[in-house]
């Protein structure tokens, strides 16, 4: 048969489209028409897209996912962000200084508020008295800024706009200061070096040194020291001149010398050799003429500065000045001063007084300006400025005290006014060095504090409000960067015994310590969960349930997650680096942990009781066809587990997204056990999983064409669909990543024994669906063929069946048995494997099972019609029938078929069935034949095409059915016998018998025989240990030789020995010879039967001892004599039953006559 | 290749308190092997066993549950579609005893049961090879427990002495096979129930209590 051959082909291909299994099930998923896709989604609205979806998304677009989801979140925020500012913008009316939580606002603005009009009361008091100062600071401007800068007229102007002074109180305020003296001011100049200068000594140096004095006044002149030997001296030495009367007209000078020690000419001779050059030289020469000439020492001048105080701006200034010699040319070199103004005044004063002005006028300037919050940064305008800056110079307030002062003031205003954050860490960075290394006095330090107190709360609420949106990021990531600049001066300057976070004002700082809090690092953590907490209860607040069902409550949930996690996501790409770089703190970190607690404790109530809750699913309402019967049709028992499930995998990923952030800490997260939460649950989404891919395997049976879906598989639809669960369904436990091996362990054996429970209900329902197939029912016939559909329901089931193990594979079995070993030893994990290597063999079995049945469900079909035709093949043959050809075509094109679809395990497993059952319907035909008394042609034909059937299909060698085929067989030919023949059948078997005996109770006989041509000799010699036929003991026996079988010897004589009285050990010693035809000689099968019988003393009744058969082709061809021989001995036999198939046969002939006689003969024969 | 698994497939479910000896119980019936130094079982067990029953194989797939509280989860899931549910406690621990009221419910509970008449319960008191001071609970407690729930079928076992044990799978078969004739019968016979509320001794009780093989009863009234 060609098919045979192709088996291999098939093989081939087989083995083929294994390996490319999974790759191809996605492609032909792919390719397939979408309609029945997506009708076998509509069972269940994409359940699995759903669950494999998330699971995709994660494995291969977790980047996009994440964009996405940052984008859903962002416009989730937007939404939030906008009610969030109507709710802030309420309460602008109060002092906008701490615009958090109201209770914490109103609390802090009310002592502030209080401390600020005291404040103000002060400077109240005695304002008439501050704006005289102001006017007199005006009225005596110093420096070279002052009259071009802006005009005398317009400081005043704006001084009293600024003091808010009428108009009469001004003049009044204006004669008071005109009337005042002359302000004491002092000129501070540090010379602090000087660069290329003039050599004037000899050696190419020269020893520098400064006198200066002001012009008015040259009689007094102050001297730097004596540098020696340098072009490039640093003095950094300071002075400080009265300048006496108000005059701007004044000049500083600054004379450059160089310095020659009262020497002698001889002395100066000893320089000789110390001489450089020419020049050098002639110097020399001249300075000893010089010298010679006047006899007294005299300093040479280098060169002279001339500063006119109106140059130098009220600010001060640090500058090179050019060296100048009367008359001279070339360059003398340059001299660098530091030259300011100061006063006389008390210091204490005059930075009370500068407090009180700053404020004021930056009040003023705010009010005028109307900067907007957090916008300020120090830009007075140029009368305010020149304002403060008179009022520095002239009271001699240092840069450090200024700072100071602008610190204290800024940081009050800021409270009600926010300034720029900038502003303080500026101003900060300034005082940072001289707060830790000068000496400042108490009430300075304690005004610094106090400053830094009042500071703090804005700070602090810009780490809170991190996530408020009504500026724009860049913004904020400004801010939160000057005020963490900030926060680190504070750190590096700290600590204080002040109170820097009185518990009144930070009802959320935990501090336990003793004493006054100046844990910035602390506040700065509380600040930051008080801030990411505020947050939270704002979107649970405004995420209110929808209905309240639990659905709703998870959704929430998951939104909430999503939220906290791209805030999260935020804090590490943006904040985090500030936060390490500034203050050294982990901010996200920070957050996570605090994110972590909140999470479990918002999440775990409501999960433990979801889960607790969830509507189980009942399997066994599954009805065939029916789907589930749905008790309550308004709720949907499935969407609460897949939001649950939602959640989970939410938390899985925020729980991952923390296992990065703080590897350290991840132990001690309470939400790291989060899984525990969802136990309940989990059975129940394997539940669903299981109903679903029922419900979905049920439709995608429906559905299926039942055609191959392409020509390189043998299978249909429904099994890539099927399939295509079983993928789900992993992937469903891929993304569970269930982290409890214990639990997975278990899991694993539900998934696989549920995996069985569907391809069972596969198996049946394709079964039922080709059930009614290959019928065919016409006039002259019904019969049933083998159908494409029949073959494919086969290899779907089987190709169903072959994905089990892989996919047990696939589920990572092997991963969890290495942990179980890791965990609990080899002893349980030999355990768990045992468990799970049966659960699956238990399901390969059971589907196996189901194929088996199909597959004997095909061949049941088939008998019928096999059956008929070796009927009339068996009763007709004779009579020029063809219905051993219609027989022969009809297995020809089933078994062609079946070859052609089936893969060859199925193939040959059908075969199998096939032998099987045609040998039992065979059987069943020869025993119903027989009870009919069939002529032996039925049987021979019957026999005849199992011969032939057998030899087309049937190879003998590999048959689990051959010994039943065998016995069929036999016993057909038997059958098909004539009566003689089966007589001869008969002896035959007993010659076969008596040849095994080893001893006999009838005893032995010793005989000879040979064949000469075609004639016979038999020498019977004797017998031994006969069998006792008198009473007396003894025997009277004789032989009689038979040629068998007897119709063919018809005519030939049957002799037998003389009688041998009463012994039993009888010496015959005759010898027969016997002609035969050369037919007879042939004749295959002869045999010669030597009969041993007791002589009846009539002579009538011979009794029977026993006999032997002697089969032709053992007899010797030989011309030898039959003396020359070896003696033969033979034990005698008896025959025992009827039980062979010859003799059944022979029995069942009931109106024979010749068998019926031979029957009779025979058992009379039987032992008694 | 087909022909073992032809039989009549059975699955059991064994529950009870951790330690009372489900597992030897599995492990003797299905191995013939006793281990005193057994783990517990992590979630669930599972192994196969044939048993002949006047004349038909019947493979059983028995599914060994932990008893510890923490496994609760993994187990439950693993009681549907059961045939069988072995209600197990140790009879020299009270407590075990007393918690079968507990298992009852979590079976019937997750196993979704409908009609509480058809409930394949069969109580087996496991250690009977402890000595008498020890034993917590008398055979009689047993017996009025299991009629107080209308469960029919109780028996002593030891996993350790191998007492008992393959009788008690026979008898947690035969009553599933009473059970499943019944509601065939019940359909035609409306009327051939069994009073199960009829005391003990009631000839027409099926009941099928066997004491435990250390004390060495007769099997009695079946």
Known sequence: ?1168 | MRSTTKNPLLKVVILGDGGVGKSCLMNRFVSNQFDEHSFHTIGVEFLNKDLDIEGQTYTLQIWDTAGQERFKTLRTPFYRGSDICMLTYAIDDKMSFKNLEMWRKEFAYYADLKESNQIPFIVVGNKSDVSSEAREVSQLEMETWCNENSITSCIETSAKSASNVEEAFKMAVQHWLRLESRADINETHVNDTVDLSKKIGDSNRMSCCVGGGAAGDDDTNN
Request: charged letters at 25%; proline letters at 4%.
């Open chain 1, 1 to 1168: 048969m060609n098919q045979l051959r192709k088996r291999t082909d098939l093989l081939g291909i087989k083995l083929l489209y294994k390996e490319n299994r999974i790759s191809k099930l996605l492609k032909w998923n792919g390719n397939r028409k979408k309609s029945t896709d997506s009708r076998i989604q509509q069972v269940d609205n994409g359940f699995f897209e759903k669950f494999g979806s998330l699971f995709r998304e994660q494995a291969e677009m977790a980047q996009a996912r994440e964009q996405e989801e940052q984008q859903h979140v962002a416009e989730l925020a937007a939404q939030i962000a906008p009610k969030d500012e109507e709710e802030k913008e309420e309460e602008p009316e109060t002092p906008p200084l701490v615009t958090a939580d109201s209770e914490a606002s109103s609390s802090d603005s009310e002592s502030e508020k209080d401390d600020f009009q005291a404040d103000f009361l002060a400077a109240a008091f005695n304002i008439d008295e501050l704006y005289t100062e102001m006017l007199y600071v005006i009225l005596h401007n110093v420096g070279c800024d002052v009259a071009f800068e802006v005009g005398q007229t317009a400081l005043f102007s704006y001084a009293q706009d600024a003091f808010k002074i009428p108009n009469s109180k001004h003049r009044q305020l204006m004669d008071v200061a005109e009337q005042k003296e002359d302000p004491e001011l002092i000129i501070n100049v540090e010379v602090i070096e000087a660069k290329e200068l003039r050599a004037k000594d000899a050696n190419g140096l020269s020893d520098p040194f400064v006198t200066l004095y002001l012009a008015s006044n040259t009689s007094h002149r102050y001297n730097t020291s004596v540098k020696t030997m340098t072009l490039n001296p640093i003095w950094e030495e300071h002075f400080a001149l009265a300048i006496n009367d108000k005059s701007v007209n004044d000049t500083l000078c600054l004379e450059v010398w160089d310095f020659d020690p009262a020497e002698t000419v001889k002395e100066k001779f000893g320089k000789f050799f110390e001489v450089k050059g020419v020049k050098g030289m002639s110097k020399l020469v001249k300075e000893i003429a010089v010298t010679a000439a006047t006899g007294q020492h005299e300093n040479e001048l280098i060169g002279v500065a001339k500063i006119p105080l109106s140059t130098i701006p009220a600010s001060g200034m640090t500058m090179w000045y050019t060296l100048d010699k009367k008359n001279k040319v070339t360059r003398r070199g340059v001299l660098k001063v530091r030259i300011s103004f100061s006063s006389g005044k008390n210091n204490q004063v005059a930075g009370q007084e500068h407090r009180h002005m700053r404020r004021i006028i930056l009040l003023h300037e705010l009010e005028v300006s109307k900067v907007a919050p957090y916008w300020w940064c120090e830009n007075f305008t140029p009368q305010a400025d020149q304002l403060l800056t008179q009022h520095v110079a002239q009271s001699g307030l240092t840069q450090t005290e200024v700072a100071l002062c602008s610190y204290s003031v800024y940081a009050g205003i800021h409270q009600k006014h926010p300034l720029s954050f900038g502003l303080f860490s500026k101003l900060l960075e300034k005082l940072l060095k001289p707060l830790q290394t000068e000496i400042i006095n108490e009430e300075d330090l304690k005004l610094f504090w106090e400053a830094t107190r009042k500071l703090l709360p804005s700070c602090l609420s810009i780490i809170r409000k991190i996530r408020k949106k009504t500026t724009n990021e860049k913004t904020i990531m400004k801010q939160v960067m000057e005020v963490l600049k900030i926060l680190n001066y504070i750190i590096t300057l700290g600590p204080t015994d002040i109170d820097l976070f009185p518990s009144n004002l930070y009802p959320w700082i935990t501090f336990h310590g003793n004493g006054p809090n100046c844990d910035i690092q602390g506040a700065l953590r509380d600040a930051i969960s008080k801030g990411a907490n505020d947050w939270l209860n704002y979107i649970i607040e405004n995420n209110t349930e929808n209905g309240g069902t639990s659905i709703s409550k998870l959704q929430n949930l998951i939104q909430m997650i999503q939220l906290i996690r791209s805030d999260l996501q935020k804090a590490i790409e943006y904040y985090d680096k500030f936060f390490i770089e500034h203050v050294n703190f982990q901010y996200a970190k920070c957050l996570y942990t605090f994110y972590q607690a909140r999470v479990a404790t918002l999440c775990e109530p409501d999960v433990r009781e979801i889960c607790k809750n969830l509507k189980t699913l009942d399997n066994s309402d599954y009805k065939f066809g029916e789907g589930f019967v749905n008790e309550d049709p308004t709720v949907d028992p499935l969407a609460e587990g897949t939001s649950l499930f939602e959640l989970y995998l939410a938390i899985q990923r925020f729980v991952t997204l923390g296992q990065g952030l703080c590897p350290a800490d991840y132990n001690s997260f309470h939400i790291r056990n989060f899984h525990q939460w969802f136990h309940v649950g989990v059975a129940t989404w394997l539940d669903i999983a299981v109903y679903k891919a029922l419900q979905r395997i049920e439709k995608a049976v429906e559905l299926d064409p039942l055609v191959h879906i392409d020509s390189t598989v043998k299978y249909s639809s429904s099994a890539v669909d099927t399939l295509t669960i079983f993928y789900q369904v992993n992937t469903f436990w891929q993304q569970l990543n269930w982290p409890d091996v214990e639990g997975c362990y278990t899991f694993i054996a539900k998934i696989i024994d549920d995996i069985c429970q569907c391809c069972v209900s596969y198996a049946k329902k394709m079964a039922a669906r080709v059930d009614g197939l290959g019928h065919i029912e016409n006039v002259y016939e019904k019969k049933f063929e083998v159908t494409t559909e029949w073959c494919l329901a086969i290899n779907n089931i089987d190709y169903v069946r072959e994905t089990l193990e892989p996919f047990t594979r696939d589920l990572g079995m092997e991963d969890i048995l290495k942990k179980i070993m890791e965990l609990k030893g080899p002893v349980d994990e030999k355990r768990c494997r045992d468990t799970l290597n049966t659960v699956i063999s238990n399901a390969i079995d059971t589907v196996r099972n189901a194929i088996v049945e199909l597959l004997e469900t095909v061949v049941n079909k088939m008998i019928p019609s096999m059956k008929r035709l070796l009927i009339e093949g068996a009763e007709l043959c004779d009579q020029d029938s063809n219905c051993i050809d219609r027989l022969m075509m009809y297995v020809d094109e089933n078994l062609g078929t079946l070859n052609t679809e089936l893969n060859e395990e199925n193939f040959n497993r059908i075969l199998e069935i096939v032998w099987e059952s045609l040998s039992e319907t065979i059987n069943e035909l020869i025993r119903n034949n027989l009870e009919n008394r069939r002529p032996p042609s039925f049987f021979s034909n019957l026999h005849k095409t199992l011969i032939l059937m057998l030899g087309v299909y049937k190879d003998p060698s590999d048959c689990n059915s051959c010994d039943a085929l065998k016995r069929t067989e036999q016993v057909l030919r038997v059958n098909a016998l004539e009566t003689s023949d089966l007589i001869h059948e008969v002896h035959l078997e007993l010659a076969d018998k008596f040849d095994q005996f080893t001893e006999s109770p009838y005893g032995e006989i010793s005989f000879r025989s040979k064949f000469d041509g075609d004639t016979i000799q038999i020498e019977v010699i004797n017998a031994r240990d006969l069998a006792v036929m008198d009473s007396s003991g003894n025997s009277d026996s004789f032989v009689r030789i038979h040629l068998l079988p007897e119709h063919e010897f018809a005519n030939v004589e049957k002799p037998k020995t003389k009688t041998h009285h009463k012994t039993l050990f009888p010496l015959y010693d005759e010898t027969f010879t016997i002609n035969l035809t050369p037919a007879q000689r042939e004749i295959e099968n002869g045999l010669v039967l030597l009969s041993v019988k007791d002589k009846d003393l009539l002579g009538y009744n011979n009794q029977y001892i026993g006999e032997t058969f002697i089969r032709f082709r053992d007899i010797p061809c030989t011309s030898e004599s039959l003396s020359e021989l070896p003696q033969v001995k033979k034990w005698l036999g008896r025959p025992t039953s009827f039980d062979t198939d010859a003799l059944k046969a022979l029995e069942s002939r009931q109106g024979d006559k010749q068998a019926k006689e031979f029957l009779k003969k025979f058992k009379n024969k039987i032992t008694p």
